[in-house]
């Protein structure tokens, strides 16, 4: 990038001011000492890279005084690259507007086109890099007078990176920063601190992890305190023991004695329970059989009245047979008679008229006869009325015999009842008919005598002479008469057959002791009656033979069973039962004694010899005793404190469980790290930070200084008058002088420091011209042009010039006589061609 | 054949950086590992798993808290009375002896491999399956010796490895855990390693088996994501393996970003932050602000103040926490093109362990807390972002000032 073109609208002194650029290699501007020289190098500097107009610190060369009242400020550049291309740069500031920075426009060949078109083919640097590295004049020598001897070396060092000299301050102050947390041997800074606090923090959470050794310890101690109290508690358990069989033994003392008393009771008795059950089993059968006798006694007195057997009775049974036959006789009258009522009645109905005469004797029927011949067919008939009143009796008389009969099965008591009125009915109907004919015959005869008129006939016979076929009725009265005989035949069989039982009847009764009546019914149940007495009389008879019997046996049995037992009672020595009893009793309480004996005993048998023991001399077991249970009272005492003691082991292990002091304690640690960290961390931070940006200028000039040497070799041989030719780096730079002695740079006087320095600077703009390739602006305070030096200073200025445009800005005649260049010379108003 | 493996229980262990928390929710993340472990053995005894590989690092601490101890040998015997084989093995931190454990004895519980001799023991399961568990128990806090190359080789039961160990890395000075090589374990071809020491959950070899499952309960902000144990099931026929993990973590931790780009309200911000910090269940949020040249010095200090972190925690649900804010440098270094690349390198350079630890031994060698710091990735990561931070926002301010 070279510049053409420089026009100035208004900057320090200047005012439409332009200089053009002819050459491309160096330019000289030549003017007396506050000419402006150094308002051009800051022209150039602000239009590329901005005014300024704040209030801060500026280099020397920047601090110019700007025209007052002139606006706007600035003007432009006019660069040309390889390419040919054109840039124009113009930048203007009007007061009150815009940024203090001024206003850029870009033009590429005349047209507007955006800043960074330009700036990035300058890789975007900023005015620091420009002012530090191509800027060779008064200020950077003021400023590397500044540096210590010290520090300049490390710039020489770092020269191989752009800004180094801010980047190196930037580093200072972190290092200084990370100094201000942490030293390796301080003692008062934040992080050294927090160490010792966090040592000390360190040392309380031991402490508290004693928490752990005591639980630990304290977990042994009751291990211990428990197998003590095991031991102990096992001893008292042995005397417990002890102490427990002789109370036992003390307490069995009077069971002992009890048993030695019992035993003293013994006394042999002679008993055989054999025996002795024998003789109670036959006292109890002999009670039993005397039971028995009595009961068998008591009975035959129930039997004592038996009759023998009575013929009489025999032989009125054996009649029966006949009395059924008669019975059997008897009903067929019975029915015969009814059959010839039946046919009389039968007649009669056909016949009212034969009822009016039937009873007529063979006489009267004559008469009838007769009167009916005499008679014109009408006469009188006796009344009726009259005669029909007896036959009712005697009707109703049978009728009610019939009833008795029939009710004799059913009812014995009405039946009797009904059959004697029956009886009595018929006799009285009986006597009443006998009397009613008899006044009949008398009526009949008054009346014929009275009446023998017609009247009279019908009423003598009651029958109606008119109508009246008297042969007929006379045939039909005839046959009346016929079965009025054979009825009066039957009735007298009857009465035969009756008289025949009435005997019997009265013999039945006067045996069977009760009234019988004389019909065939009762008799027959008199005799059925009788059968079964004898029958009954048989069997009582029979029972008390077999009751008679048994007595006797019974007897017999009971005398047997006596002599036994007296037998078995001799042989025991006793006159009775219950002396054997008394025996017996004695025998059971000696039993009961041995029982007793024996269970005591048997409960006693382990410890029978200790208790004899123990009885020889009480006073000693009991002393015994006490002495155990004081013993037993220790251990307990002992035992009591362990328990107390582990109780307060556990108490004490409990609490540590509980105890969060550890957790605490460490956690305040905790706390303390997490601040070291942070802070720490902010330490390293500076601290790395200056690290870093030492590491990366390290870098940028190891990779940059070889190749940088060889022109910075040439440089400083031309600087220093070939008084030093040649720069060698190694582990550090040396420098080799003219007689061919190596120096390390910090052996070099200050001067000699200084060339090399600006020798590495020149060569660093070189070493970076393909990226950035800009002029190299040198005042002559820089550069001593005195005589002597001005060939070699020449050959500099076309050395550097190769690389970049170079501007040199100087006062002195000769050096712009010996560069040969038309000056640009500075006057007001006055245009520069 | 069932089984459960987890390891680094670190009960009673403290918590770093949450001093400022509530004291509520100090206590629930105070007693979240030992929550973890009873869900731990739920699940053991709701699975009827036939074993528990413990691998190691239960306690924090060699000399626990005694109610710490407790309350483990309480989880243990639960674990007995179900009749579960528990096998386990002492890490670098619980490196105690065994009758300081309050575990009472018990066939059911093996304490594997004491004095660091490496030890076998055989079982067979209730339904007849019979297998082997060898490992060893720390003596001291640090192993260097290869132990893994005393494991018998595999007998014909199916066997199991339990180690607490970490694989060789880096400088011998930094192989102290027992310093195994993968290939040495795969060799050894057990059906299943259980391994314990890396908090973070992860399978190092699918065939044979080995795997870390990590912590039971993150502890910090490193230890992100879901916690718990792995349960396994043994085909008991061809004796492959299957396993698959099961969270039992009470409060997780987790890593949120928020990136600024351009200046921001305070308001809104918090708005935006609180939005980022959504969660289903308990959570504690660490917050990277990317872009955090967006906020104003002031604005960017309220940030990193554990009160402001309060007055947002309090706005999130399930009794979230925002425990942590860090800033990450959102925009490239402020320094010239050409020399971006030195920066780079440079960067990357002083940022590998061995130099971090190199120029930090001053620091690092003051204590053991710091020597581990040092080796911590995490730390490194952070110290990084911090420097990117500081350095960026120092150069900026440079230019703007002379801007």
Same mark, same amino acid.
């Given at each position: 990038?070279?510049l053409i073109k420089l026009k100035i609208?208004?900057?320090?002194?200047f005012?439409?001011f332009t200089f053009d650029l002819l050459n491309?290699?160096i330019n000289v501007f030549y003017g007396?000492?506050?000419a402006g020289k +150094?308002?051009i190098v800051? %022209?150039i500097?602000?239009?590329?890279?901005?005014?300024?107009?704040?209030?801060?610190? #500026?280099? %020397?060369?920047?601090?110019?005084?700007?025209?007052?009242?002139?606006?706007?400020?600035?003007?432009?550049?006019?660069?040309?690259?390889? !390419?040919?291309?054109?840039?124009?740069?113009?930048?203007?500031?009007?007061?009150? /507007?815009?940024?203090?920075?001024?206003?850029?426009?870009?033009?590429?060949?005349?047209?507007?086109?955006?800043?960074?078109?330009?700036?990035?083919?300058?890789?975007?640097?900023?005015?620091?890099?420009?002012?530090?590295?191509?800027? %060779?004049?008064?200020?950077? @020598?003021?400023?590397?007078?500044?540096?210590?001897?010290?520090?300049?070396?490390?710039?020489?060092?770092?020269?191989?990176?752009?800004?180094?000299?801010?980047?190196?301050?930037?580093?200072?102050?972190?290092? =200084?920063?990370?100094?201000?947390?942490?030293?390796?041997?301080?003692?008062?800074?934040?992080?050294?601190?927090?160490?010792?606090?966090?040592?000390?923090?360190?040392?309380?959470?031991?402490?508290?992890?004693?928490?752990?050794?005591?639980?630990?310890?304290?977990?042994?101690?009751? /291990?211990?305190?428990?197998?003590?109290?095991?031991?102990?508690?096992?001893?008292?358990?042995?005397?417990?023991?002890?102490?427990?069989?002789?109370? /036992?033994?003390?307490?069995?003392?009077?069971?002992?004695?009890?048993?030695?008393?019992?035993?003293?009771?013994?006394?042999?008795?002679?008993?055989?329970?054999?025996?002795?059950?024998?003789?109670?089993?036959?006292?109890?059968?002999?009670?039993?059989?005397?039971?028995?006798?009595?009961?068998?006694?008591?009975?035959?007195?129930?039997?004592?009245?038996? =009759?023998?057997?009575?013929?009489?009775?025999?032989?009125?049974?054996?009649?029966?047979?006949?009395?059924?036959?008669?019975?059997?006789?008897?009903?067929?009258?019975?029915?015969?008679?009814?059959?010839? /009522?039946?046919?009389?009645?039968?007649?009669?109905?056909?016949?009212?008229?034969?009822?009016?005469?039937?009873?007529?004797?063979?006489?009267?029927?004559?008469?009838?006869?007769?009167?009916?011949?005499?008679?014109?067919?009408?006469?009188?008939?006796?009344?009726?009325?009259?005669?029909?009143?007896?036959?009712?009796?005697?009707?109703?008389?049978?009728?009610?015999?019939?009833?008795?009969?029939?009710?004799?099965?059913?009812?014995?008591?009405?039946?009797?009842?009904?059959?004697?009125?029956?009886?009595?009915?018929?006799?009285?109907?009986?006597?009443?008919?006998?009397?009613?004919?008899?006044?009949?015959?008398?009526?009949?005869?008054?009346?014929?005598?009275?009446?023998?008129?017609?009247?009279?006939?019908?009423?003598?016979?009651?029958?109606?002479?008119?109508?009246?076929?008297?042969?007929?009725?006379?045939?039909?009265?005839?046959?009346?008469?016929?079965?009025?005989?054979? @009825?009066?035949?039957?009735?007298?069989?009857?009465?035969?057959? %009756?008289?025949?039982?009435?005997?019997?009847?009265?013999?039945?009764?006067?045996?069977?002791?009760?009234?019988?009546?004389?019909?065939?019914?009762?008799?027959? $149940?008199?005799?059925?009656?009788?059968?079964? !007495?004898?029958?009954?009389?048989?069997?009582?008879?029979?029972?008390?033979?077999?009751?008679?019997?048994?007595?006797?046996?019974?007897?017999?049995?009971?005398?047997?069973?006596?002599?036994?037992?007296?037998?078995?009672?001799?042989?025991?020595?006793?006159?009775?039962?219950?002396?054997?009893?008394?025996?017996?009793?004695?025998?059971?309480?000696?039993?009961?004694?041995?029982?007793?004996?024996?269970?005591?005993? +048997?409960?006693?048998?382990?410890?029978?010899?200790?208790?004899?023991?123990?009885?020889?001399?009480?006073?000693?077991?009991?002393? =015994?005793?006490?002495?155990?249970?004081?013993?037993?009272?220790?251990?307990?005492?002992?035992?009591?404190?362990?328990?107390?003691?582990?109780?307060?082991?556990?108490?004490?292990?409990?609490?540590?469980?509980?105890?969060?002091?550890?957790?605490?304690?460490?956690?305040?640690?905790?706390?303390?790290?997490?601040?070291?960290?942070?802070?720490?961390?902010?330490?390293?931070?500076?601290?790395?930070?200056?690290?870093?940006?030492?590491?990366?200028?390290?870098?940028?000039?190891?990779?940059?200084?070889?190749?940088?040497?060889?022109?910075?070799?040439?440089?400083? $041989?031309?600087?220093?008058?070939?008084?030093?030719?040649?720069?060698?780096?190694?582990?550090?730079?040396?420098?080799?002088?003219?007689?061919?002695?190596?120096?390390?740079?910090?052996?070099?006087?200050?001067?000699?420091?200084?060339?090399?320095?600006?020798?590495?600077?020149?060569?660093?703009?070189?070493?970076?011209?393909?990226?950035?390739?800009?002029?190299?602006l040198?005042?002559? #305070?820089?550069?001593?042009?005195?005589?002597? $030096?001005?060939?070699?200073?020449?050959?500099?200025?076309?050395?550097?010039?190769?690389?970049?445009?170079?501007l040199i800005f100087t006062?002195?005649?000769?050096?712009v006589?010996?560069l040969?260049l038309q000056p640009l010379t500075f006057k007001?108003?006055t245009e520069h061609v | 054949?069932?089984?459960?493996?987890?390891?680094?229980?670190?009960?009673?262990?403290?918590?770093?950086?949450?001093?400022?928390?509530?004291?509520?929710?100090?206590?629930?993340?105070?007693?979240?590992?030992?929550?973890?472990?009873?869900?731990?053995?739920?699940?053991?005894?709701?699975?009827?798993?036939?074993?528990?590989?413990?691998?190691?690092?239960?306690?924090?601490?060699?000399?626990?808290?005694?109610?710490?101890?407790?309350?483990?040998?309480?989880?243990?015997?639960?674990?007995?009375?179900?009749?579960?084989?528990?096998?386990?093995? *002492?890490?670098?931190?619980?490196?105690?002896?065994?009758?300081?454990?309050?575990?009472?004895?018990?066939?059911?519980?093996?304490?594997?491999?004491?004095?660091?001799?490496?030890?076998?023991?055989?079982?067979?399961?209730?339904?007849?399956?019979?297998?082997?568990?060898? &490992?060893?128990?720390?003596?001291?806090?640090?192993?260097?010796?290869?132990?893994?190359?005393?494991?018998?080789?595999?007998?014909?039961?199916?066997?199991?490895?339990?180690?607490?160990?970490?694989?060789?890395?880096?400088?011998?000075?930094?192989?102290?855990?027992?310093?195994?090589?993968?290939?040495?374990?795969?060799?050894?071809?057990?059906?299943?390693?259980?391994?314990?020491?890396?908090? *973070?959950?992860?399978?190092?070899?699918?065939?044979?088996?080995?795997?870390?499952?990590?912590?039971?309960? &993150?502890?910090?902000?490193?230890?992100?994501?879901?916690?718990?144990?792995?349960?396994?099931?043994?085909?008991?026929?061809?004796?492959?393996?299957?396993?698959?993990?099961?969270?039992?973590?009470?409060?997780?931790?987790?890593?949120?970003?928020?990136?600024?780009?351009?200046?921001?309200?305070?308001?809104? *911000?918090?708005?935006?932050?609180?939005?980022?910090?959504?969660?289903?269940?308990?959570?504690?949020?660490?917050?990277?602000?990317?872009?955090?040249?967006?906020?104003?010095?002031?604005?960017?200090?309220?940030?990193?103040?554990?009160?402001?972190?309060?007055?947002?925690?309090?706005?999130?649900?399930?009794?979230?926490?925002?425990?942590?804010?860090?800033?990450?440098?959102?925009?490239?270094?402020?320094?010239?093109?050409?020399?971006?690349?030195?920066?780079?390198?440079?960067?990357?350079?002083?940022?590998?362990?061995?130099?971090?630890?190199?120029?930090?031994?001053?620091?690092?060698?003051?204590?053991?807390?710091?020597?581990?710091?040092?080796?911590?990735?995490?730390?490194?990561?952070?110290?990084?972002?911090?420097?990117?931070?500081?350095?960026?926002?120092?150069?900026?301010?440079?230019?703007?000032?002379?801007?």
């Amino acid at each position: 990038m070279k510049l053409i073109k420089l026009k100035i609208i208004n900057f320090g002194q200047f005012s439409n001011f332009t200089f053009d650029l002819l050459n491309p290699d160096i330019n000289v501007f030549y003017g007396a000492n506050e000419a402006g020289k +150094s308002t051009i190098v800051a %022209f150039i500097k602000q239009i590329l890279f901005g005014f300024h107009l704040g209030s801060h610190n #500026s280099p %020397f060369f920047e601090n110019y005084t700007p025209l007052a009242q002139v606006s706007p400020m600035g003007g432009y550049l006019l660069f040309e690259n390889e !390419k040919g291309q054109r840039y124009e740069l113009e930048r203007l500031y009007a007061h009150g /507007k815009g940024s203090k920075l001024g206003t850029l426009t870009v033009k590429c060949d005349n047209q507007v086109v955006p800043e960074n078109v330009f700036f990035d083919q300058i890789k975007n640097i900023d005015g620091n890099f420009y002012a530090d590295s191509f800027i %060779f004049n008064q200020d950077m @020598l003021t400023k590397v007078d500044q540096i210590k001897q010290k520090d300049l070396l490390e710039r020489i060092y770092y020269l191989g990176a752009a800004d180094s000299d801010k980047l190196i301050t930037v580093r200072d102050d972190f290092a =200084k920063n990370a100094d201000s947390l942490f030293k390796k041997k301080g003692r008062k800074l934040p992080v050294n601190q927090l160490l010792l606090q966090i040592q000390e923090q360190q040392s309380k959470v031991s402490d508290s992890e004693n928490e752990f050794s005591v639980y630990k310890e304290l977990s042994r101690d009751l /291990k211990k305190q428990k197998e003590l109290q095991h031991n102990e508690e096992e001893k008292r358990l042995e005397l417990q023991r002890k102490y427990d069989s002789l109370e /036992k033994i003390e307490k069995l003392v009077p069971s002992y004695e009890k048993l030695q008393d019992l035993q003293n009771q013994i006394k042999t008795i002679h008993f055989d329970p054999e025996q002795y059950q024998s003789a109670q089993n036959l006292a109890l059968q002999a009670e039993t059989l005397r039971k028995k006798q009595q009961k068998i006694s008591e009975k035959l007195n129930e039997y004592s009245q038996v =009759k023998d057997e009575d013929i009489s009775e025999t032989k009125l049974l054996q009649k029966k047979p006949e009395i059924l036959q008669c019975q059997a006789e008897y009903h067929s009258c019975l029915q015969k008679e009814k059959q010839i /009522k039946n046919e009389q009645q039968q007649l009669i109905t056909l016949d009212p008229n034969l009822g009016k005469i039937a009873a007529l004797s063979e006489e009267q029927i004559i008469k009838l006869q007769e009167d009916f011949r005499k008679l014109p067919p009408k006469e009188t008939v006796i009344n009726q009325d009259k005669s029909t009143k007896p036959k009712q009796f005697l009707l109703l008389g049978g009728t009610i015999f019939i009833l008795g009969l029939i009710l004799l099965f059913i009812a014995r008591a009405f039946g009797l009842l009904a059959t004697g009125v029956g009886i009595a009915l018929a006799v009285f109907g009986y006597y009443q008919q006998t009397q009613m004919q008899k006044s009949a015959k008398v009526q009949a005869e008054r009346n014929r005598r009275v009446k023998e008129q017609r009247f009279l006939f019908e009423k003598q016979y009651g029958i109606n002479p008119s109508n009246l076929d008297l042969n007929n009725l006379i045939n039909e009265w005839r046959q009346f008469q016929v079965l009025s005989q054979n @009825l009066k035949r039957n009735q007298l069989r009857k009465k035969e057959l %009756f008289d025949l039982l009435t005997p019997f009847a009265v013999e039945l009764s006067q045996e069977l002791k009760q009234a019988i009546d004389a019909n065939f019914s009762d008799v027959l $149940r008199a005799l059925d009656q009788l059968t079964e !007495k004898i029958d009954t009389d048989r069997k009582r008879r029979e029972k008390q033979t077999s009751l008679k019997n048994n007595l006797t046996e019974n007897d017999e049995e009971l005398q047997e069973v006596n002599v036994k037992l007296k037998m078995i009672l001799a042989r025991a020595q006793v006159n009775n039962l219950n002396e054997y009893r008394e025996i017996q009793k004695q025998k059971l309480k000696q039993d009961n004694t041995k029982n007793q004996i024996s269970a005591l005993k +048997s409960s006693l048998q382990s410890d029978l010899t200790q208790l004899q023991e123990f009885v020889q001399d009480k006073n000693s077991g009991h002393k =015994k005793l006490q002495d155990l249970a004081t013993q037993i009272s220790l251990f307990n005492e002992n035992i009591n404190h362990l328990q107390s003691k582990t109780a307060e082991i556990k108490v004490k292990m409990e609490n540590l469980a509980n105890s969060t002091a550890v957790f605490e304690e460490r956690q305040k640690l905790a706390n303390l790290k997490t601040k070291l960290r942070n802070l720490s961390a902010e330490y390293l931070a500076n601290l790395f930070t200056a690290k870093w940006i030492s590491r990366a200028l390290d870098l940028a000039s190891n990779e940059r200084f070889p190749k940088m040497l060889i022109t910075a070799k040439e440089y400083l $041989r031309l600087l220093t008058n070939n008084r030093y030719n040649n720069i060698e780096i190694g582990k550090k730079i040396t420098v080799t002088r003219f007689d061919g002695k190596k120096l390390a740079v910090e052996y070099l006087s200050r001067g000699t420091s200084e060339q090399l320095y600006f020798a590495l600077k020149l060569a660093f703009v070189e070493q970076i011209k393909d990226q950035i390739n800009l002029p190299i602006l040198i005042d002559d #305070s820089f550069v001593n042009f005195d005589d002597q $030096r001005i060939n070699e200073i020449e050959k500099l200025l076309q050395t550097i010039a190769q690389s970049n445009q170079v501007l040199i800005f100087t006062a002195q005649r000769s050096l712009v006589a010996k560069l040969q260049l038309q000056p640009l010379t500075f006057k007001k108003g006055t245009e520069h061609v | 054949m069932k089984f459960i493996h987890f390891s680094d229980a670190h009960l009673d262990s403290p918590f770093l950086g949450l001093s400022f928390l509530p004291s509520k929710s100090f206590n629930q993340i105070q007693k979240a590992p030992m929550q973890s472990l009873t869900n731990i053995v739920d699940l053991a005894i709701k699975e009827n798993v036939d074993l528990v590989l413990i691998a190691g690092d239960t306690f924090d601490s060699f000399k626990p808290n005694p109610s710490a101890q407790i309350f483990f040998a309480r989880e243990i015997e639960r674990l007995i009375t179900a009749k579960i084989q528990v096998v386990m093995i *002492l890490g670098n931190h619980d490196h105690m002896a065994k009758e300081d454990l309050l575990v009472p004895e018990n066939p059911y519980f093996k304490l594997l491999g004491e004095g660091e001799k490496v030890e076998t023991a055989s079982y067979t399961t209730k339904s007849g399956f019979e297998y082997d568990v060898t &490992g060893f128990s720390y003596l001291a806090n640090h192993i260097t010796d290869d132990l893994a190359a005393q494991f018998p080789p595999k007998s014909k039961h199916y066997t199991f490895g339990i180690m607490h160990a970490q694989e060789r890395a880096g400088l011998s000075s930094q192989n102290v855990y027992a310093p195994f090589s993968l290939s040495e374990l795969q060799n050894l071809n057990y059906d299943y390693f259980a391994l314990g020491h890396i908090h *973070l959950r992860q399978v190092l070899s699918e065939t044979p088996l080995i795997v870390y499952p990590g912590n039971i309960q &993150g502890r910090h902000i490193n230890e992100t994501g879901p916690k718990g144990c792995y349960l396994g099931t043994i085909d008991e026929q061809t004796k492959q393996t299957k396993i698959h993990f099961v969270q039992t973590n009470l409060i997780s931790w987790n890593k949120r970003q928020l990136e600024l780009t351009k200046p921001i309200a305070k308001t809104e *911000l918090e708005k935006m932050i609180i939005n980022c910090l959504k969660a289903a269940a308990t959570t504690y949020f660490c917050l990277q602000i990317k872009g955090a040249n967006f906020l104003h010095e002031k604005e960017a200090e309220l940030i990193q103040d554990s009160d402001f972190w309060q007055m947002i925690s309090e706005k999130l649900a399930h009794g979230s926490q925002l425990v942590d804010v860090r800033f990450i440098n959102g925009s490239k270094l402020a320094v010239a093109v050409n020399d971006q690349k030195y920066f780079k390198q440079a960067e990357e350079e002083i940022f590998t362990t061995d130099q971090f630890a190199q120029i930090s031994k001053d620091w690092s060698l003051k204590t053991e807390f710091t020597n581990n710091l040092v080796q911590d990735p995490d730390f490194i990561q952070e110290v990084k972002q911090l420097a990117e931070v500081k350095l960026n926002s120092k150069l900026k301010g440079v230019n703007d000032e002379i801007n």
